[in-house]
């Protein structure tokens, strides 16, 4: 199988990977380390629109980007139409995206306290409503959701979301309540399919080749969220797989069972490199070890050096850190 492109509306892919938008983790640095290893698209982590239109300093963090970060969605969820249409007149929010993304599928209590993200499922007339605010900017659009809030409601939720006049929607092949320990069920990506004629992107439990292919056997584009964090290059493992260079069934470094640590540790270096260059003293350290933990993996002591990490304290010994762990394991 040769790898697929995908087009958003008028927006072409240079292949159908996706990297999912994840609170605490796609920020640019990470979203930078997935694209050079071969994610064609990315998102922002979830913003409310609210906190958006206050355009204080943490949103505008969540929001940066550079040239090289692109084509990028901005991931958005709420509840008041009105916000959104003020969210549209202020052009200067939201120009630099490629892609406006409606979060319907976020199932925190705080997210869905508020009526936004997966319980706008339960009221497609609002999803819909939205959709055609956000359309007005002429850009893309796209509508993340899960099968339901609930109970699966998929078909109805993607057939309002294609009248709507979205130009893409991705499933996430769960319930609102589903945990991540129940299997995302893919026989529902290749229903949606069957249900809309615009671009489906299947999402859920994709962690290796193998997994990105059968999603692509019914989807037009797989999205990878949890098999990226601390293993950016899952995405060039897919690839390759899916150009048929590698035979890659094997489950992701991250998972423990193969791996190649020292590519892994300059990803890590990267990470946190580019955490330096793009925030500086405004970095968030809680963030950074959370995320940069998470490369600590698959090689013996890994344990001790992630609860090392966790303990550093600025950039100074954030560098030392890295360049001992660097020689301690040559
Ligand atoms: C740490 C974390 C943060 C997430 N944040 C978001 C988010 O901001 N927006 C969103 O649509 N989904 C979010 N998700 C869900 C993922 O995008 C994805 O739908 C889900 O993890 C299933 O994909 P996976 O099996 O590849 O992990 C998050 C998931 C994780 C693990």
């Given at each position: 199988m040769v790898v697929k492109t995908l087009k958003i509306g008028k927006l072409k892919l240079k292949n159908s990977l996706v990297l999912a938008p994840m609170v605490d983790v796609t920020d640019l640095p990470f979203r930078l380390l997935c694209r050079r290893a071969g994610a064609a698209l990315a998102f922002t982590e979830m913003i409310y629109v609210n906190a958006i239109l206050h355009e204080n300093e943490k949103t505008k963090q969540m929001m940066k980007t550079c040239k090289e970060d692109s084509p990028l969605g901005l991931q958005i969820t709420g509840n008041d139409v009105k916000e959104f249409e003020e969210f549209v007149r202020r052009k200067k929010l939201w120009e630099k995206f490629d892609i406006i993304d409606l979060n319907c599928g976020c199932p925190s209590t705080r997210i869905v306290g508020t009526k936004a993200g997966c319980y706008l499922l339960r009221d497609t007339e609002k999803i819909a409503a939205i959709i055609k605010i956000l359309k007005t900017t002429g850009k893309p659009i796209t509508v993340k959701i899960r099968?339901?809030?609930?109970?699966?409601?998929v078909l109805e939720i993607a057939r309002a979301i294609e009248k709507a006049g979205a130009d893409a929607i991705t499933v996430h092949?769960?319930?609102?309540?589903?945990?991540?320990s129940k299997k995302a069920d893919w026989s529902w990506l290749a229903r949606v399919k069957k249900e809309v004629k615009i671009p489906v992107i299947g999402n859920g439990d994709v962690f290796t080749g193998e997994d990105a292919s059968k999603v692509l056997e019914v989807c037009d584009g797989v999205m990878i969220a949890r098999g990226a964090i601390g293993d950016p290059l899952v995405f060039t493992r897919v690839l390759d797989y899916l150009n048929g260079t590698k035979d890659n069934k094997l489950a992701t470094p991250n998972r423990g069972a193969v791996g190649d640590f020292y590519n892994n540790l300059e990803q890590f270096e990267g990470y946190l490199k580019m955490e330096k260059k793009y925030f500086g003293t405004d970095a968030d350290f809680g963030k950074i070890k959370y995320v940069g933990g998470k490369f600590l993996r698959g090689f013996a002591g890994a344990s001790q050096k992630r609860d090392e990490f966790m303990k550093l304290k600025g950039w100074k010994e954030i560098e030392d850190f890295v360049l001992e762990l660097g020689n301690g394991l040559v």
């Open positions: 099968l339901g809030f609930l109970k699966n409601d092949a769960r319930l609102s309540n589903d945990a991540y």
